[in-house]
């Protein structure tokens, strides 16, 4: 059974930081890419990131570049998103997924596909 479990969303105050965590099983980690997409309150869902270990590719959305880095842990098939410099304007669900995908493709946030193994979501609230 394949299972997407994100952890590590809180409250922090504007400028702070917070690693978001997500926990697969039923595939491996290094076999798939891992992204994270969030959601905030009336608006749509839009990719943050994107780690496909099998080439190394990375992706970002260009509101996150720069402070938000995507990493992997193959031993605990954990992967992992490290916000700094967060903004009231990142708060939202922030949800982790996985496709079976060669590569991280890049296309604008808003239209970024879908992957297809996702979790329930954590909520990321930044304070101003």
């Known amino acids: 059974e394949v299972q997407v479990v994100e952890s590590g969303g809180g409250l922090v105050q504007a400028g702070g930081s917070l690693r978001l965590s997500c926990a697969v099983s039923?595939?491996?980690?290094?076999?798939?890419?891992i992204g994270w997409f969030r959601q905030a309150p009336g608006k749509e869902r839009e990719a943050v990131s994107c780690i496909a270990r099998r080439d190394g590719s990375t992706y970002y959305a260009d509101s996150v570049k720069g402070r938000f880095t995507i990493s992997s842990d193959n031993a605990k098939n954990t992967g992992y998103l490290q916000m700094n410099g967060l903004k009231p304007e990142d708060t939202a669900v922030y949800y982790c997924?996985?496709?079976?995908?060669?590569?991280?493709?890049?296309?604008?946030?808003?239209?970024?596909?879908?992957?297809?193994?996702w979790g329930k979501g954590t909520l990321v609230t930044v304070s101003s």
């Open positions: 997924a996985a496709a079976a995908w060669a590569y991280c493709p890049h296309y604008r946030a808003s239209d970024y596909p879908a992957m297809h193994y």
């Open positions: 039923g595939f491996s980690i290094d076999e798939y890419a």
